[in-house]
Every structure is written in structure tokens, then in C-alpha cells.
């Protein structure tokens, strides 16, 4: 054979080698470019991981320090309730304060999902201020119990003994667990604070007896309310107001006051009344009315 026909075949079998190279190297080479790929993915995964791990140490620091501050915390609930507790600790208050416990009604405990808690009613008598003392003492000497309604009455004035009754109604919480869940829990295991710090003093809108005057106004007159103060304990307020009659209501915004109408807003110096009109939509309150704070005294 020729040299051209030598170059020919050379040519050919060079063409055909480099083709089938290609044909059974090129998955190789496909399934290494996504080896390198994933490598890069997982390394750069390796890197967060480690970086992480690195801030561990920093983040059980942090979960150990809040730990320590819920068990510390006043707020946080006790292990178990101390009802015994609670009234000889009101009923030695009553006594400094100048007021009787005369009643107590203990309602069955209430388990929830997240803690559990009992209400109890209580019937003191004694003077004004006595008895907003005793209020002011409670606050600031009890702990994960709530007051939740009150009411004064005021008694025949031609009967002996004390002017005023006051019925409250107290519910204390505690845990559901009984403190099982943190049994290195040293905190407070009753209602009782264990810090009180010193006495709240007494609101200067109710340093004044609202009982002591009965001047009756006009019966069924739009302005027959006066509002007397309110009661604040925590984030719960009620305005005192004296109705046509002479006698006092504790009321909280959205309730129904006497002679109709709904307390609005309730402030230290006024309160807003929303009473129904003639043209209201559908009954909605169209009559919007400010009562001033009487302190007068009278």
C-alpha cells in the first residue's frame, strides 16, 4: 500500500479512537463535574454545621441564665397552693387595717391545660379607709392571685357597727405539675411574696369617704351619676359611682350603669358614659356624656 493510503487508515483509526474516548469517558466526566458540585454543597454545609457547633457552648450559656431568671422570677406560678396561707395572712391585715373578716367561701380547684386555680369569696366589714387599705396591702403582698370582682355595700344607718361591707372575690394560680418539671425550684411555693417591699399608699382619688355624703338627686335625671374615684389592682380598674339614691357602684368599662347606659373610659378625673339616643343605628350608642370627678368630699 501506498503512504496516502497509510495516512488514510491512520487518519481513520485516530478519528474512530478519539470518538469512542469521548462516548465512554464523557459520563465519567459528567458524573465527576456533579461529585465536584456536591462536594462544594456539602462543604459548604460542613461550614454553618461547624459554625453552629462553635455557638453552642454561647447558646447554653444563654438557655441556663433565663433558667434561672423564670425560677426567680416574682410572676412565675407557685408549686402549690397555700389557702390557709393566704386568709390568715388577710386576716391579720383585716386586723392592722381596722376590718373583720366575717365570711369566707372557698370555690373547688380548676385544672387547665397550663396551670391550675381556685376562687375564693370573702366578706369584710369596716370603715372606708380600712378597707381600701386592706386592698392596697393585698396587692403588694400576695402573689399569683388575682382579684376579680368586688362589691361595697353600706349599711342601715340606723344599725351599729361598721358602715361598710365589702364582698371580694380572689383566685390564686399555681403550677400543674406541683413544680415536678424544675425539681431544683427553690422559688415561693405559695401565695405569699416573699419579697412585698413597702405599701402601696392609698390612691389620693379615694383618700376620701364616697359614703359619707347621701345627697340624692334628681330621680331618673341624666346627670343623677357622680362619679366618687377609682379602684385599681394590676391592669384591672373599676370607677366608683354614686347613682340618684345615694348609693355606690363599682363598675368596669363596658358594663351597664344604673339608669342606663354603658360605662366607656374611666380615668382619674372623669369618666365617659355612652347612653343610647333617638336616632341610634340599630340601638348603637349615639349620646356620648363626661363626668368630671366630684371631689368634693360631698
Sequence with gaps: ?????????????????????????????????MAEDEAERLASRLAAHRTTAARHDEWRTRVETLSRQIRAHPMRLPREPDLPG???????????????????????????????Q?????????EWSGLIDLLVRLEHETRAVTMNRLNLTRRNPDADG???????????YWQVGDGALIPSDTGPAGWMASDPGTDGDRPAALARDPFRSRRVEPEGAADALTYLGRIQVGDQVWALVRDASGTIHSRQSGTALPGGGRLGRVTPTAIIVHRPGETGNRGRPVARQRIALNDSGG
Design 162 to 172: 361598721p358602715s361598710l361591707t365589702l364582698t371580694l372575690t380572689l383566685t390564686g
Design 1 to 33: 500500500m501506498s503512504v496516502g493510503t497509510w495516512r488514510r487508515i491512520t487518519l481513520m483509526m485516530l478519528v474512530g479512537l478519539t470518538a469512542g474516548w469521548f462516548a465512554i469517558l464523557r459520563p465519567e466526566l459528567n458524573a465527576r463535574e
Design 86 to 116: 393566704l386568709l390568715g395572712r388577710i386576716a391579720r391585715v383585716a386586723t392592722a387595717t381596722g376590718t373583720r373578716l366575717i365570711g369566707v367561701e372557698p370555690q373547688s380547684p380548676v385544672t387547665t391545660a397550663d396551670y391550675r
Design 118 to 126: 381556685r376562687a375564693v369569696t370573702l366578706r369584710l366589714k369596716g
